[in-house]
């Protein structure tokens, strides 16, 4: 059984607002690590935040659309199996 990771803060300034987000538990280490990388004591402008995350939903999106096709992959290859 893993143990899950404990709750971490960052601080980001968007748009010249200082923010603490906390990150919980739910996050994978490697999650929370291209978070800490990608927003930690940096200062990101509102319009690059909304590209990174256009990004990651594209991305999210590709990879969920594998991942339906590999499961189809799978179902074929399941049924064939007397």
Same mark, same amino acid.
């Given at each position: 059984?893993?143990?899950? !990771? !404990?709750?971490?803060?960052?601080?980001?300034?968007?748009?010249?607002?200082?923010?603490?987000?906390?990150?919980?538990?739910?996050?994978? !280490?490697?999650?929370?690590?291209?978070?800490?990388?990608?927003?930690?004591?940096?200062?990101?402008? !509102?319009?690059?935040?909304?590209?990174?995350?256009?990004?990651?939903?594209?991305?999210?999106?590709?990879?969920?659309? /594998?991942?339906? /096709?590999?499961?189809?992959?799978?179902? /074929?290859?399941?049924?064939?199996?007397?």
């Amino acid at each position: 059984m893993s143990v899950a !990771p !404990p709750s971490q803060t960052i601080e980001v300034t968007i748009g010249g607002r200082r923010y603490k987000i906390t990150l919980d538990s739910s996050f994978s !280490p490697e999650a929370l690590n291209e978070v800490k990388d990608t927003f930690h004591l940096k200062e990101i402008a !509102p319009m690059d935040l909304f590209k990174a995350y256009l990004t990651k939903v594209r991305d999210i999106s590709k990879l969920n659309a /594998q991942l339906e /096709q590999l499961n189809a992959q799978l179902e /074929q290859l399941l049924h064939k199996i007397p």
